[in-house]
Every structure is written in structure tokens, then in C-alpha cells.
């Protein structure tokens, strides 16, 4: 069974810098376009960056410029770089499979909390 472990969340001040990992045993070919997503206090998961097999990475307006996606296949591995965090990034982390894709159980996530 495919398992999801996220990691790297923490309190932090806004103006911050975290980085988060996704570790999974391997990856599968479902797994060729993978994705970080966020679910804030109260509302819905959202979609948040995207990365390719070949390390092509798409990001949603609300980080664009601020947090990276990036990926090592050698290692089964996502990261998502997040700096000049914000209040309003303060949410619960979590990666899967790009939409459209098969998508797995979700993991527990990883908290981020950005205090003001």
C-alpha cells in the first residue's frame, strides 16, 4: 500500500522559511506529476505546486514566488521550499498525485502555523 510521510511543519513567524519533505517507498508511474496541497483552518484541500517527472513545476498565484516545488527521483522524495511566509499560509500540508492522476490514501499531513 502506497504511503504518503510528510514532514517539516512547525510554528513560525511570518517573514519565515521552512522546507517541507514527501517520502514515499517509491515512485510509481502515476506518481510521474506530483503535487503539494494545503487544507487552512475551515476550508477545502487546495492545490498549491506541481512538479514533473523531468522537474517542470507549476505553482498556484497565492505562493508563486514564494515557495518552490521541487523533487528527487533517486530518493522517492518532494520538497516544497516556503519562505517569506504569511498568516494566511498557516494550514495543513500534504502531497498526492498531481489532479487527473490516480490518487492515493492521504498521508497526515505536516502543520504550518505562521503567527503574525
Known amino acids: 500500500q502506497v504511503q504518503f510521510v510528510e514532514s517539516g511543519g512547525a510554528l513560525v513567524q511570518a517573514g519565515g522559511s521552512l522546507t517541507l519533505t514527501c517520502a514515499t517507498a517509491?515512485?510509481?508511474?502515476?506518481?510521474?506529476?506530483m503535487a503539494w496541497y494545503r487544507q487552512p483552518p475551515g476550508k477545502q484541500r487546495e492545490l498549491i505546486a506541481t512538479?514533473?517527472?523531468?522537474?517542470?513545476?507549476n505553482h498556484a498565484d497565492s505562493v508563486k514566488g514564494r515557495f518552490t516545488i521541487s523533487r528527487d527521483n533517486a530518493k522517492s522524495t518532494i520538497y516544497l521550499q516556503m519562505n517569506s511566509l504569511k498568516p494566511e499560509d498557516t494550514a495543513v500540508y500534504f502531497c498526492n498525485t498531481a489532479p487527473g492522476r490516480y490518487r492515493y490514501s492521504w498521508g497526515q499531513g505536516t502543520q504550518v502555523t505562521v503567527s503574525s
Open positions: 512538479v514533473t517527472n523531468g522537474g517542470t513545476t
Open positions: 517509491r515512485f510509481t508511474a502515476a506518481m510521474n506529476t
